[in-house]
Each structure stands twice: as structure tokens, then as C-alpha cells.
């Protein structure tokens, strides 16, 4: 009778019928479909804590009540530890960490030689890991880190404090590492991460790490090897196959623009693929203007706007920018703030037939009438699909931009006193951006905004001390990189978040009446709650990060 | 041989009894009174006749030298004698030791629910049933309280087959007679499926000689009791108003297109509202124009529910069958939505080779169909402005922007209305049964329970205001669901020496279930007409799903009765059950159980002495039950392929068929084994004053261990973290009385009272360390340990800041102010966190209770009941909706109680001024949202009258009987705090609706 009663399961697998390399490259496939698995409150491109949270957005929606977790993270008021919402992200970003490394515990199942791809896809496992740590580490700081060796029975044992957060940084960068070893310069699927991305990351990681921090995640130090390493790993990036697009638009537009010469690691998304909705970037549905789709979150700020106004040499107004409301009929401003926020009366996404009305932004008296426009496109793209009452698009989402790796480069040389060698990087960026002016015009031809952007010339416009050359850097960085998710993580990495954004709120505040009760407080507000429901699970081992 | 005559009466009334069956014993000669109670029948003077009726003591008398026997057949009031099914056998309710129900079938069946159960609420001590409004009338049972983390739905056995699902499937016309197997001891010998509780339904049968023909029919009318009161488009306005204002932010600048003509009063400083002034069109497009809607009105209709049966029975010497066809249609109070049912029923048994063999079936064939839908969140959160139709109404109006993205409410159940499913159940036995030799009897029962779900639903596209869906999409599903219960049991009685009465009982039964289910999808369909959207005649993208699940139980099961002197009765049993969803190592469960009785009232000292009582039983059961509801995969290590959250495109492309992954989702554990409950159970029936008093009382202790469950895991596991393990256990308490009072005060007038109470006390005793906050708690101090399952932990609400004075004294409280809530810090550090929870309630209640009345007056019967539920805590979800206006969504409408609000000019309110924000963090869990649920309902009252048997006679009928009556006829009590409409249903679920029918019952 126990004969009878033995069934095989139905329907599922059980880890004996997974024996084949075939079986093994499922594994990776999943870790990378990981990436692409967020929604709308818990969206991977973590537009709500990097761009929200900073100076660069507002929640926008309907009114503060819309989201209203969002509206606490962008005020830093009623933060607290059993918000549900940081807990699910905290979830699926373990979800990936945890899809990778059973990827690598399955590759030891198999030799190089039954399975030649082992060590290539070893390498892509511990790429994708060190992702997923890492927006952990900058949301959360510390956090509890296991590998594939950790046995999942002990998981709840391993506390979120067993490594320094320097350990930390050294655990993620060691996995990009190990992936620049491995990894082809190149891979035949553009979805998969190759030697350069790793070096990319690599450049990242150990810039994040190279900033020592205090108490008050103040910055007591700065690791001038680690700082090197950044520029020894760009410097592979740079001298790639990778290299700036001729036109800033091109990293924002869809179709043939996708994995362009400038993206070095970018996510996936797609449809009429066998799912219902397809894989669409479902993080990010709710920034779609009301006019054209639903729900008009992510609200470029009134500073933001300000920020790319360009004085008569063409600079940017480092101190005053703010003083007044950029007036476009008589100020100049740098081309990118039109490929970064769309304004009323501008075509949409370049689209000179589609033109932006105040209409489209739901609440214009609470959040103002800019709109997002990077990760959003022409409501034409057969990507654009209505996922009832939300719209999502299957562009990819760039985590790493060739930009962005050149910047790390110049912000390691200006830590290091070498401003200097930093000059030509910011200006190639510069240059581009002047040049990206093709698209920005009405359906008459003329420009949308009066530009002007000049390269810095020490001597000439500026002078070029490590001072001026790191202001200029972190302004470059805004101008460049805003909305793409780096702001506030910035902020906390350069140790500045407090006074910049409080002087945000002070003067933000008299503009747009629910920043009323913002206030950030320095020593806490640079992360996340560890939420409470894991300290509960990991029967208080956890502990909580301060001033929560 | 002679003929033999007579005339069969009730002992009490003397009123003649037609219908009885009298049979001349140990043959197949019989006859049935008549309308007079007379019989003739032919007998030899050695034979002795068998009298019997349901409902009466059956007497045999021998013939001897009389051709008159005059019977008089006492009242069976308190069925000591009548049988009882307790499973795989049958018992006579006086040898029971059981704690066994038996319910009512004919006051069951006096509400005008779809599922027989429902009408059982407050009938019987010890089962709580919870029900909504639904046309389906789904039905959540807990006999004697919750008794573990994991299901606790009862096991139902329908004519000896096993089944856990709806019984909205089975027409309550065809139940002869329904159990509650209510405590360990009873129920036992189902074994591993026992631990809730066992009901065992036993449908109609023919009774011998008697062609009957039955015809009900009824027709009921349901309503809304009450509606909650939403603010009107004005309302609305006057809040908004207050929102913003209260703010320090220009209300003419809100993002819907209210606005408003309002100044500062010069002497006062105070801002006042002349004027709520409302656009005249919604939209550019001028296609919505402005309402003033109340969509609870426009969602909800007058329901009505027809429910006919017709029935024909016979019984020969032979054989007998049972045959009926029922129609139930309950279109319910909210628009579109609709239950209905056909069944077909057919049972019959055949005597064959001198009578040893008796060959049967059961079958019953139904088919079911519903619209679900009840949008009574939806209807809540839309703004009253909003129409529910275009100004040239051909379209739907909807949100425009600003406003909340809820769909039109109205629009969801038009659009939904032809998405109905068909559910066809099978559900029947064909036995066979020997009487081997005298004593001993040979049953082999084969049942089948197949269910064939089949649905198409089809989304239209739409346009509702800035909401639209251009596409739309046909989903098509099917679900084959079989399931067998093969049991042989082999029965032997025997009774020695007129003192010794043994039964024993052995058995084994297998059980197997199989499901299989599909579903595939397509999109584009150029019409959208119901006779045209298959799945060929879309034109765009296709998609599909499905899966499948099997698992099987073995058991082996033996029981014993033993009865000395008719007083002292001793039950053991013991069942051995294997099931597939257990590894190896702990496959098989033992389920032992014994109960003693004491019939102290057959005793000679007692019957001499104690008079007053008839009857005095005191029973003692003690035994062990299981429960195996977990995932039948639980013991594997499981991945899955889950194509949309493991495909990437890794190509680029796009689009297409993407490669794919696997997950981990569950990790295996092989030592997983049953889930037990054992339970000791103290009971003592009793029947006074000459059975005019009858009654029982139960006391029980249940401890469930080793509870399956799938806890919550720390995040750090990711997807692969579920683990079923047997990780909790489980306490409960109760008391259970039962008492009934029959009074005849004339022929014409008797009284019939019944009453019911019942209470229990659950804690949870052990859980994982690990997930022990995971059930409410801080973890240090406080968990649930020692509490009763579901308690609730938050925060407690001390009534509102009404001065600067008490705002700058309290404690620190982010975002506290006059007339926001003031959180107790309850652990005096000065700072109101997540520390300061504690235990704020429990959903469950004091106690529980039901009155039954029947009072009969010549033709005239009457009828009423009467159930209460006292001190629950229930949360009124209500509440975050009708208090508040951004503690939900403030896009969305607001009860008028909000127009009530805390305000510098209404300093008493209790409810927190109107906020844009809820920067207080009003949305925590607190007292604020818990309240005292209890209520007492009129459940049900029916007036009838049975016309004389006269007059009826001429037209070929055998009774007539017309009755109007009602379900839930009004609340008579209910908690002052309950801030709510019903405390029986204080969520977002279908209403429970008053009810009035009217019907007739036929028998020719």
C-alpha cells in the first residue's frame, strides 16, 4: 500500500530532474529575468528613492494622500520601520540575490568540460549578486550578506551586522571582480553582462566604498587606493567599444536606440513575448503623464529646472540657480534639461505633432506641471501598452551609462588632487550636451529653449581647483545623470545629504506648500528602516539602523 | 391468515395518523394508514405487526387473536430511538457517546439560502457559521471555534462519500437528515480529515407503500437593510473644501474641478465657505457632466429568489427509489449578480436473493452558475460627481483627471454581467450490501464526485472617463476535478443474552482525487456579443496556462460498540489513514478513540427516587483526530518554471518566445506528518418532566499539535523560502447547552422552545521562535503566545487633542495637533512608536446563542428564530473610509459621518478633523477601527397554514400547506460603539440582505 500512496509531484521539478547544462543556463536566465521583476510600489529603477527623495522630483499623483509611503519618503516624515512597502523591496532584492547564488550552487554540479559556459555564466551569477547587494547596501547600509556557500537553513541566523559596511563593499566589489575576470569582453546576447560591465560596476563600487563615513554617515576619510582602483576598472570601460552617443537623446529613446554604444548594462523588457501584459517596465508605469496615460508621478522639481540655467559663459549658476525661477525668454539653459522634463507648450518625447498641455499634469497647484520624460516614450512606440489604468513601455532601463562610468573617473581623480586629468571628462560631456540640440525644436523648427553650455577653461571661465573641479563635478553629475535614479544616493555618498536637502526644503518649501513639514534628519535619514518584520524574523539579530 | 384493522393515533393529541407504515415483521407484507390513521392488513395471529413513522417510537405488536389492533404512537420527541448516522453505521441516539447535533432539516430549510447550511446558523450549540449576502450564499463553518492555523473547513460525508466542497451544489430539498459529529470521540473514524468536525448528510429515501408526489415553491423578495450614507457632490465639495482649508492650501487650486467662493470672516479670522460651485461639464468634451450620483443606489436593486422542487417517492417490498428535480435562482440585491441551480437527484435500492442483498445508488447531477461581483469598494470610492453615464449616454462616465483611478462601479458589473461560470457536478455511491448471516453485514460502497468547471469571461474594452482599455480579451477555463472513495466495511451486531449488546465495525476505505485545468486566452474579438466571443473568433495575441494535482489516501478503521444492561455503553476506535502528501517516514497516522456512557437514569436506585427525569446520560469521549491540508507537493523541494517572472529577453528582441528559468519556491520536508488534535469531551443528555425538558451540555478541551503550516520566512531566503512544517499548537476551551421545551396546551395549541448557547476560549500555545511576531507582538515582551488565533496588536486611540495644552503635554507623537488622535504611549518613554502596541481585541466572541420558537394553533403553524453573537471584536474597515480623508485615498468619496468631523466650531466630535494628509499616521491599526460586534438577529420567521385535509381530499392532495415568511428580519441588538451597518459583516462584503417569500408546500 505506501506503493499507492508514493505520487510523483505534478507539475513541478524536483532538483534531481535538473541534471543538464540546459537546466543550469535556466538558472542564470531567472537571475536575470529578476531584474526586471518590479512594480509600481516597489519599482527597481527606485525612481521614489533616488530621484524623490533628493532634490531632483517630486511624488507628484494626485495629492500627497496618492501613494502616500512615497510622500513620507519624500518629506522624511513618518518613516518608520513597519512600512510594508520598504520590506517588499527589501524582499525582491533578496529575491535576486538568492535566484543567483542557487544558480551558483547548481553550477558546482557540473565540470567545464560536460558544461564549457560554466565559468562565463559563474561569472554573469556573481555580476547580477553584486547588483542586487548593492542597491541594497545604498538603501539599507548594512545589510546581511550570504553567498551560495551559506547553508539556507543558517540564513536567519546571518545578521545584517556581521560585516562592516567596508566589508560589505569589499564582498560586492569582489563579485565584480571575479565577473572582470571571467566574463567575455563581449557576449553574443546583449542582455548579458560582459567583462566591461563588470569593470563598470567595479568602478562604482569602489567609489561608493572609497568615501570613509562616521557616525553620521559624515565622511571622516577619503581611500585614495580605492580610488584608484575606480580609475584602473573605468579605465577599461573608456578604452572599449563603448562610447558616448553623438545625440544625449539617444540614450532615452526606444526602437534602434536600445543598447546603444553608450549603455553598458541595461535591463530587458518586452512584450508579446507569452506573458499577459509582456515584461514591460512595470516600475516605472506610474510617471507617465495623465495626458497621455496614467498616473503622473516622479514631478521634476521647480530647483531641478533651475539647476540647468547657464549664466552668460555658459556654466552653471553653482550658488544662485536657485534664486529665482528660470525665466525662459530671458535666461539660457543647458540642452539636457529639455531631454530630461518635458514643459507645456514642448513637444513630447521630440514628438513636434504631440505637444505637452498643462492638462496633462494631474495636480498643477500641488506639484507643478514638468514632467519625466527619460524613461517614458511617444505614446506611438509599439512598445507604449495600457496595462488598465497604468501604461508601460519595454524600453530598456540603463543601469550603467558610459556617462556615468566617465564621471566616476573624474570624481576619483578630483578626490585624489588630479583635477586636472578630470577637465576632459566633464567637458567631453559638456560638448556632447551643447551638440544635442537637433530634436529640440517645435514643429516650426525653432528651438525650444534659448541653449548655451560651454566646456569649462580653467582661466578662462573658471578656475580650476580641486574645490571648483569637485563642485563642478557634482553639478555635472546632476546635469547629466538626473532622473536617473542617482541623485540622493549621490548625496549620501559625497556625505552632503542633509544640508543639500534641507536648504532644499527651505527654499522648496515656499514654492510647493507639501514640502511644509520636510525636514531631514542627518545620522538617519541617509537610509532606509531595516524593516521591522525581518528584525522580527531574524529574532531581533537584526539590528536597526539609527534614529529609527 | 385474517384481515386486521385498526386506527393509529398520537398518544397525546389522539389525533389520527395517516401515513404510517405498518409491516408484518420478517416479511415483506405491509400497509400505510390512511387520512383517518385506519390500516387493513392481513396477518396470521403469530405474526406481529410493525408500526413506525418518522418522528414516533415504533411499537410492535404480536396479532394473537385480534382482528382490531388500536395503536396510539407516543411522540419521538427527544428520538432517543430514532437512528442516527455516525459514520459507516448507524446508532440509535440513546446509545450515542458521542458529542453528536442532529439538525432540523425542516426549520433548516425555512431560509432561502442556496447552501443548506446556512440555514443552520444558531441552530446548533457549538457551530458558528459565517455568511454573506451572495446570490451562492458561500459559508465559512467552524464547529467549536477555531482549531488550528491551518484549514478549518469540517469534513462533509454525503451518503457515506467523502467531499470539502460548497454545499450550494446539493438541493436541501433531498437531505432526510443531517449530523454534527462535533467532538473527537464522534468523529474519529474519519480519521486524518476529522480534526474540525464531521457533518454527515443522508438524502431522501421512498418510504415503503407510499407513493408520494411533493411539490414546493417559493418566491422571495431581498433588499438592502441600510445603506451607508455617502457624501453627495455637494458634501463632497464642502470637505474638499475643509481639506484643503484645514491645510493652509488654497482649496480653488484642487486637481478636481471643484470650486469654491469663500473668504476669512474679518472678526473671527475663521475661514468660511459660501459657496460649493460645481463645473457643468467634466471634461473639454463636454461628454461628462456633472452628477450628483449615489452609486451604492446605483449598484444595488430589489433581488428576488425562486426556488421550486418536485419530488416523487415510493417504497415496495423490493425496493425503493427517490427521485427529484429542483430549480434555485437567487438574483441578488447588487446588479448582474446571479446564483442559479438545477439538480437532478435520483436514488434507489433493489432487495435481491431473499433480502441478503441489497443493491443501491445515490446520484445527484447539479449544475451551477453565478456572476460574482460586488463592488462595494468601488461604489464607496467614487466621487458622486462622476455620472455614471455620458451626457449623450451611450458611453460610461468616469474619473477624469484628479480624480482617483476606481473604476465606474456601475461599469464593472454591466461589463462583467455575461461572465458567469457552469459548474457540473456528479455526485453519487453505488453500494452493495450482504447480510452475510444474521449478525454480520458485508458493505462495499464505490463513490464518485466529479466537477466540471467551465467559464469564458470576456473583458470589453472601454472608455470611463481618463480610464480605457481599447482591447479586448477572451479568457477561457476549464477545470476537471475526480474524485473516488472506494469503502468496505464489514458490520456485526449481535446481542447476547438480551444484556450484552456488541457491534463491531471494520473497514477500509481508499480515497483518490485528481485535478486537471486549463486556461487559454485571446485578444481582439470585433464583436463583443456573447454567441460570437470563442476563442477562434479573436484575432489577436493568444495565451494560456494550466495545471494539475493528484493525491490519494489509504485507511484502515475498526470500531466497537458495547452496551451492558441498555446503561453502560463504551465506544472504541481506531483509524490508520496513509496519504501521499507525506513522506515515508511518516505516512501513516494512528486515530484512536473510546467514549463511555452511563445511563444513569436506567438505574433501579434512580428510577425509584428521581421521578421528575426520564432520562439522565453522562457521556465521557476522549480520542485523536488529524488534518493533512497542506500542498500536496509539501514534502519535495519544488521548482517551477513560472514562464513570467523567470523569461528574459535576453536577445534583445523584443518580442517573441523568451528563453526561460527556473525557481526555487518551496524547499521539501521529508519529515513532515499529521496534524493531531486530541480532544476530551464531557457531556450529560437529559430528558424531565415526561419529556416536555430535554436537553445536553458539553464540555470539551481540544489540543491541536503539530499544526501544518506554511510560515512567513525571513526575506533573506527569496522565493525559496516556504517550508511546510508542523509548527504550531493550539488550545480551545468551550461549553455547549442545549436545551428544548415541547408544551401541548390543548389539541390545538403546542408550544415548542429551543435554545442554544455556546462559548469557547482558544489560545495558541507553541510557535517557531522565529515567526512568533509574525501573529502581532513586538518581539521582546509581547507575542501571541497564550492568546486566542487572529488576536489583534496596535495601537490604542485615546479620543483627540482638543487644546494646544494637551498636544504640548503629550508624549512625542510625529504629526500630532488639535484635533488629530492622541496615540497612549503606552510605555511612558515619552516617544509614541511602534512600541507602544499592545492587544487591542479579539474576533472571537464571549459567547454565542440561538432561540428557536414553533408555535402550532390548529392549521396555523409558526415559526421564529432568533441568533445573537455576543462580545466580538470586530474591525469596522468601513471606518478608514467614513472617518477620514486621507487615511485611505482622498480622491475618493467619504461618508457623510466626515461631515461630522473635529472642527474649531465642532470641538466634541470624536471623529479627527479632516486632513489632507495623514501626517498623524491615522491609518495605523488602532482601537480607533476596533469595535464590539455583537448583535441579536430575527434570522428567519415563517407563518404557515395547512389546509384541511377535507377539503384537500377532493383535488387528489394529501397536504396543502401556503406560508409567508423572512429572513433577517432586523438586528434587535447591536453595540452602541458599532459605528457601522452590520456587526455580522463589517468589511467590504456582499450585504446581507432582509428577505420576505412567500411559497406552498404540495403532497399528492
Wanted: with cysteine; aromatic share 12%; hydrophobic share 35%.
Amino acid at each position: 500500500c505506501n506503493d499507492e500512496l508514493d505520487l510523483d509531484p505534478k507539475a513541478i521539478l524536483s532538483e534531481d530532474q535538473i541534471s543538464t547544462p540546459q537546466d543550469a543556463e535556466r538558472f542564470v536566465i531567472a537571475a536575470y529575468s529578476e531584474l526586471g521583476n518590479d512594480e509600481i510600489n516597489r519599482p527597481f529603477s527606485l525612481w521614489p528613492y533616488g530621484n524623490v527623495r533628493s532634490d531632483d522630483a517630486y511624488k507628484g499623483g494626485r495629492d500627497p494622500g496618492d501613494g502616500q509611503h512615497f510622500h513620507f519618503t519624500e518629506t522624511f516624515t513618518n518613516l518608520t520601520p513597519n512600512i510594508s512597502f520598504f520590506d517588499e523591496l527589501w524582499f525582491h532584492l533578496y529575491v535576486g540575490v538568492r535566484r543567483a547564488n542557487e544558480g551558483l550552487r547548481i553550477m558546482e554540479n557540473f565540470t567545464d568540460d560536460d558544461y564549457p559556459a560554466k565559468q562565463t555564466r559563474i561569472g554573469e551569477l556573481r555580476f547580477i549578486r553584486g547588483h542586487f547587494y548593492f542597491e541594497l547596501k545604498k538603501l539599507f547600509n548594512r545589510i546581511p550578506y550570504l553567498d551560495e556557500n551559506t547553508d539556507p537553513a543558517t540564513y536567519k541566523d546571518v545578521t545584517n551586522v556581521e560585516f562592516t559596511s567596508d566589508e560589505l563593499w569589499e564582498k560586492i566589489a569582489s563579485d565584480f571582480e571575479f565577473a572582470s575576470e571571467v566574463l567575455p569582453q563581449v557576449q553574443s546576447q546583449v542582455g548579458r553582462a560582459d567583462q566591461i560591465a563588470a569593470f563598470a560596476y567595479l568602478a562604482k563600487t569602489r567609489l561608493y566604498q572609497a568615501y570613509e563615513k562616521g557616525e553620521t554617515h559624515q565622511v571622516t576619510g577619503i581611500n585614495t587606493a580605492h580610488l584608484q582602483e575606480v580609475i584602473a576598472a573605468a579605465d577599461k570601460v573608456l578604452a572599449s567599444d563603448h562610447a558616448l552617443q553623438s545625440d544625449y537623446a539617444n540614450n532615452f529613446l526606444p526602437g534602434p536606440f536600445e543598447n546603444g554604444v553608450e549603455s553598458v548594462f541595461a535591463v530587458q523588457f518586452s512584450k508579446d513575448d507569452g506573458t499577459t501584459n509582456g515584461r514591460l517596465n512595470f516600475g516605472d508605469m506610474l510617471t507617465v503623464p495623465q495626458g497621455i496615460g496614467c498616473c503622473d508621478f516622479q514631478k521634476p522639481s521647480q530647483n531641478l529646472v533651475n539647476a540647468f540655467r547657464t549664466d552668460e559663459n555658459g556654466l552653471p549658476l553653482f550658488d544662485t540657480f536657485n534664486q529665482n525661477n528660470v525665466d525662459f525668454a530671458n535666461n539660457t539653459v543647458d540642452p539636457r534639461l529639455d531631454h530630461t522634463v518635458s514643459r507645456p507648450g514642448n513637444p513630447w518625447k521630440y514628438q513636434t505633432d504631440l505637444i505637452v498641455e498643462e492638462n496633462w499634469s494631474r495636480a498643477p497647484q500641488i506639484y507643478g506641471t514638468f514632467n519625466s520624460l527619460k524613461e517614458n516614450v511617444s505614446p506611438d512606440d509599439p512598445g507604449f501598452t495600457n496595462v488598465d489604468p497604468f501604461y508601460g513601455n519595454t524600453k530598456t532601463r540603463v543601469i550603467l551609462r558610459y556617462a556615468d562610468v566617465m564621471l566616476f573617473k573624474a570624481e576619483a581623480l578630483i578626490e585624489l588632487g588630479q583635477q586636472d586629468q578630470a577637465l576632459s571628462l566633464i567637458n567631453a560631456l559638456r560638448e556632447r550636451a551643447a551638440s544635442s540640440t537637433t530634436r529640440l525644436v517645435n514643429a516650426d523648427g525653432i528651438a525650444l529653449a534659448n541653449y548655451e553650455l560651454e566646456p569649462y577653461q580653467p582661466g578662462v571661465n573658471i578656475e580650476w581647483t580641486q574645490a571648483n573641479a569637485r563642485k563642478a563635478l557634482r553639478f555635472e553629475r546632476r546635469m547629466e545623470l538626473s532622473l536617473e535614479g542617482h541623485r540622493f544616493f549621490d548625496l549620501v555618498r559625497w556625505g552632503v545629504a542633509g544640508p543639500v536637502l534641507n536648504q532644499y526644503f527651505s527654499i522648496e518649501q515656499t514654492r510647493r506648500a507639501h514640502l511644509q513639514s520636510a525636514s531631514f534628519a542627518i545620522g538617519t535619514h541617509e537610509y532606509l528602516p531595516i524593516p521591522q518584520n525581518q528584525i522580527f524574523f531574524s529574532e531581533n539579530k537584526y539590528v536597526q539602523n539609527p534614529g529609527y | 391468515q385474517q384481515t386486521i384493522t385498526g386506527t393509529i393515533t398520537d398518544a397525546e393529541t389522539n389525533t389520527p395518523i395517516p401515513g404510517v407504515n405498518v409491516l408484518v415483521k420478517n416479511t415483506n407484507r405491509g400497509a400505510v394508514s390512511d387520512f383517518d390513521g385506519i390500516f387493513t392488513i392481513t396477518a396470521t395471529s403469530t405474526d406481529t405487526l410493525v408500526f413506525s413513522f418518522l418522528g414516533y417510537k415504533t411499537v410492535s405488536e404480536v396479532v394473537g387473536t385480534r382482528s382490531s389492533i388500536n395503536i396510539s404512537l407516543a411522540n419521538d420527541a427527544q428520538a432517543l430511538e430514532s437512528v442516527i448516522v455516525t459514520g459507516y453505521q448507524t446508532q440509535r441516539k440513546r446509545d450515542i457517546t458521542g458529542a453528536v447535533s442532529v439538525a432540523d432539516v425542516e426549520e433548516m430549510n425555512k431560509q432561502s439560502a442556496a447552501s443548506p447550511i446556512a440555514g443552520l446558523k444558531g441552530r446548533i450549540a457549538g457551530m458558528d457559521i459565517a455568511s454573506n449576502g451572495s446570490p451562492s450564499s458561500p459559508t465559512t463553518i467552524r464547529i467549536r471555534g477555531v482549531g488550528t492555523l491551518n484549514n478549518n473547513d469540517p469534513l462533509y460525508i454525503i451518503d457515506g462519500v467523502p467531499t470539502k466542497a460548497g454545499l450550494h451544489e446539493l438541493n436541501p430539498n433531498d437531505i432526510a437528515s443531517l449530523q454534527v459529529l462535533k467532538d473527537a470521540s464522534a468523529a474519529s473514524i474519519y480519521g486524518s480529515r476529522a480534526a474540525n468536525g464531521v457533518i454527515i448528510i443522508t438524502t431522501k429515501e421512498g418510504k415503503l407503500g407510499e407513493v408520494v408526489l411533493s411539490v414546493n415553491a417559493q418566491t422571495s423578495i431581498s433588499s438592502y437593510t441600510s445603506i451607508t450614507e455617502m457624501m453627495d457632490t455637494q458634501e463632497y465639495g464642502r470637505a474638499l473644501w475643509q481639506a484643503n482649508v484645514n491645510a493652509g492650501i488654497d482649496p480653488n487650486t484642487n486637481s478636481i474641478k471643484y470650486r469654491f467662493d469663500w473668504g476669512v470672516n474679518q472678526e473671527t479670522g475663521a475661514p468660511e465657505l459660501n459657496k460649493v460651485l460645481i463645473p457643468e461639464f467634466l471634461d473639454q468634451q463636454q461628454t461628462l457632466r456633472s452628477s450628483n450620483t449615489n452609486w451604492f443606489e446605483e449598484i444595488s436593486r430589489v433581488g428576488v429568489i425562486q426556488d421550486y422542487n418536485v419530488s416523487l417517492s415510493n417504497g415496495t417490498e423490493k425496493g425503493n427509489y427517490y427521485t427529484s428535480f429542483g430549480f434555485f435562482k437567487n438574483e441578488g440585491i447588487i446588479k448582474t449578480s446571479k446564483f442559479d441551480r438545477f439538480s437532478l437527484r435520483l436514488n434507489a435500492d433493489y432487495k435481491l436473493f431473499n433480502d441478503r442483498v441489497v443493491i443501491g445508488e445515490n446520484l445527484s447531477i447539479t449544475k451551477t452558475s453565478e456572476v460574482e461581483g460586488a463592488p462595494i469598494n468601488a461604489a464607496l470610492q467614487a466621487l458622486p460627481i462622476i455620472p455614471v453615464r455620458t451626457f449623450d449616454g451611450t458611453g460610461w462616465g468616469g474619473p477624469v483627471a484628479g480624480m482617483n483611478d476606481r473604476q465606474n462601479p456601475v461599469r464593472l458589473l454591466e461589463d462583467n454581467k455575461q461572465n458567469d461560470y457552469d459548474f457540473l457536478r456528479l455526485f453519487g455511491s453505488f453500494y452493495v450490501e450482504a447480510n452475510l448471516t444474521k449478525s454480520l453485514k458485508f458493505r462495499t460502497n464505490l463513490g464518485l464526485d466529479y466537477g466540471d468547471f467551465t467559464a469564458r469571461r470576456l473583458r470589453k474594452r472601454y472608455e470611463s472617463g481618463y480610464l480605457n482599455n481599447p482591447v479586448n480579451r477572451l479568457e477561457s477555463s476549464q477545470t476537471h476535478d475526480f474524485k473516488m472513495t472506494w469503502s468496505n466495511t464489514l458490520n456485526y451486531n449481535k446481542t447476547f443474552n438480551d444484556v450484552h449488546e456488541l457491534s463491531v465495525l471494520v473497514g477500509t476505505e481508499y480515497f483518490w482525487a485528481n485535478t486537471n485545468s486549463f486556461t487559454a486566452s485571446r485578444e481582439d474579438f470585433v464583436i463583443e456579443d456573447e454567441d460570437y466571443t470563442y476563442l477562434d473568433a479573436g484575432t489577436g495575441i493568444k495565451n494560456n496556462s494550466g495545471f494539475g494535482a493528484e493525491n490519494i489516501l489509504m485507511s484502515y478503521f475498526g470500531k466497537v460498540n458495547y452496551s451492558l444492561l441498555d446503561r453502560y455503553l463504551v465506544t472504541g476506535t481506531l483509524r490508520y489513514d496513509g496519504s501521499s502528501r507525506f513522506g515515508e517516514n511518516n505516512r501513516f497516522g494512528t486515530f484512536p478513540a473510546f467514549s463511555l456512557g452511563w445511563r444513569i437514569s436506567e438505574e433501579e436506585f434512580f428510577k425509584d427516587n428521581v421521578s421528575f427525569i426520564n432520562e439522565l446520560k453522562f457521556r465521557y469521549g476522549f480520542g485523536i483526530t488529524g488534518n493533512q491540508e497542506i500542498d500536496n507537493n509539501a514534502i519535495f523541494n519544488v521548482y517551477v518554471t513560472d514562464y513570467p517572472t523567470t523569461a528574459y529577453d535576453i536577445d534583445g528582441s523584443k518580442t517573441g518566445n523568451l528563453p526561460s528559468g527556473y525557481k526555487l519556491i518551496q524547499n521539501a520536508n521529508p519529515n513532515l506528518k499529521w496534524e493531531e488534535s486530541m480532544m476530551s469531551n464531557f457531556g450529560l443528555d437529559f430528558e424531565l418532566f415526561n419529556q416536555k425538558v430535554y436537553g445536553s451540555a458539553e464540555y470539551y478541551i481540544k489540543e491541536t499539535s503539530d499544526i501544518l503550516i506554511l510560515p512567513p520566512y525571513i526575506a533573506t531566503l527569496g522565493e525559496g523560502g516556504n517550508q511546510f512544517i508542523n509548527g504550531a499548537s493550539m488550545e480551545n476551551k468551550g461549553f455547549e447547552l442545549s436545551l428544548g421545551k415541547r408544551s401541548s396546551f390543548s389539541n390545538e395549541l403546542q408550544v415548542d422552545l429551543n435554545a442554544n448557547i455556546s462559548l469557547y476560549k482558544n489560545k495558541i500555545t507553541k510557535l517557531p521562535s522565529e515567526v512568533v511576531n509574525a501573529y502581532g507582538g513586538n518581539g521582546a515582551d509581547q507575542n501571541i503566545l497564550g492568546r486566542p488565533v487572529n488576536s489583534f496588536y496596535g495601537y490604542v486611540a485615546d479620543g483627540l487633542f482638543r487644546s494646544e495644552e494637551e498636544v504640548v503635554q503629550h508624549a512625542d507623537q510625529p504629526g500630532k495637533d488639535i484635533g488629530r488622535i492622541r496615540y497612549s504611549d503606552l510605555n511612558g518613554d515619552g516617544v509614541v512608536n511602534a512600541d507602544d502596541q499592545t492587544w487591542i481585541g479579539a474576533p472571537h466572541p464571549d459567547f454565542t446563542y440561538g432561540f428557536n420558537a414553533n408555535v402550532s394553533y390548529k392549521n396555523f403553524d409558526l415559526s421564529f428564530l432568533l441568533q445573537g453573537v455576543s462580545g466580538i471584536d470586530v474591525i469596522n474597515d468601513f471606518k478608514y473610509s467614513t472617518d477620514f480623508w486621507s487615511v485611505s485615498e482622498t480622491g475618493s468619496n467619504k461618508a457623510t459621518r466626515l461631515l461630522d468631523a473635529y472642527s474649531p466650531t465642532n470641538t466634541n466630535s470624536s471623529i479627527p478633523a479632516i486632513s489632507l494628509t495623514d501626517s498623524n499616521f491615522e491609518s495605523r491599526f488602532s482601537t480607533y477601527f476596533v469595535e464590539n460586534g455583537s448583535y441579536l438577529k430575527v434570522r428567519n420567521a415563517q407563518l404557515g397554514y395547512s389546509f384541511e385535509e377535507d377539503l384537500i381530499k377532493k383535488w387528489g392532495m394529501k397536504s396543502m400547506r401556503i406560508y409567508i415568511g423572512g429572513d433577517n428580519l432586523g438586528i434587535l441588538l447591536k453595540s452602541k460603539s458599532f459605528t457601522g451597518i452590520d456587526p455580522e459583516n463589517p468589511g467590504f462584503g456582499y450585504p446581507n440582505p432582509l428577505l420576505v417569500k412567500t411559497g406552498f408546500n404540495l403532497k399528492f
